[in-house]
């Protein structure tokens, strides 16, 4: 008979067969473990001096996150109902695409409630995105 592979919601693996009855067992396996963090992954655009537009790919907290243009170049990323981002336990990764070419992104926690990050150009200045990328937020355990 057929084995099914399950992930339960906190990660935990699990397999699942049928007997010779057609009843299933399940067996949770022994080594299988929790992610060691949460996890927020989306796609950014933004242009001019409007708030990026996000696609959410994967979203772990399943909190809703508000994504803020605050000066040129600085942006926000505000949960001041969750606090998610634990302090010297949040981490970001910023890929740039599509029409940033010459720029690099600082990414900085600044307490509980906020992240942000910067747009930064050759000269170190800091500039608008105007452009797409994709961002990662990881909270560990």
């Known amino acids: 008979m057929g084995i099914t592979y399950r992930q339960d919601i906190d990660g935990r693996l699990s397999v699942q067969q049928m007997d010779d009855n057609f009843h299933y067992i399940e067996e949770q396996l022994?080594?299988?473990?929790?992610p060691t963090y949460k996890v927020y992954t989306a796609l950014l655009s933004q242009s001019g001096t409007a708030s990026p537009t996000v696609t959410v790919l994967e979203d772990n907290f399943g909190y809703?996150?508000?994504?803020?243009?605050?000066?040129?170049?600085?942006?926000?990323?505000?949960d001041f109902t969750n606090n998610p981002f634990t302090d010297n336990k949040t981490i970001?990764?910023?890929?740039?695409s599509g029409g940033t070419n010459n720029k690099i992104v600082n990414f900085t926690?600044?307490?509980?409630?906020?992240?942000?990050?910067?747009?930064i150009d050759t000269t170190g200045d800091t500039v608008?995105?105007?452009?797409?990328?994709?961002?990662?937020i990881r909270v560990y355990n």
Do not use: C, K
Not at 30 to 34: L, V
């Open 109 to 119: 926690q600044a307490f509980s409630a906020l992240v942000q990050f910067a747009v």
């Open 30 to 34: 022994a080594n299988s473990q929790a």
């Open 64 to 78: 809703e996150w508000n994504f803020i243009r605050f000066d040129e170049g600085n942006y926000q990323i505000q």
């Open 92 to 96: 970001g990764f910023i890929t740039l």
């Open 128 to 136: 608008d995105l105007n452009g797409f990328a994709q961002i990662e």
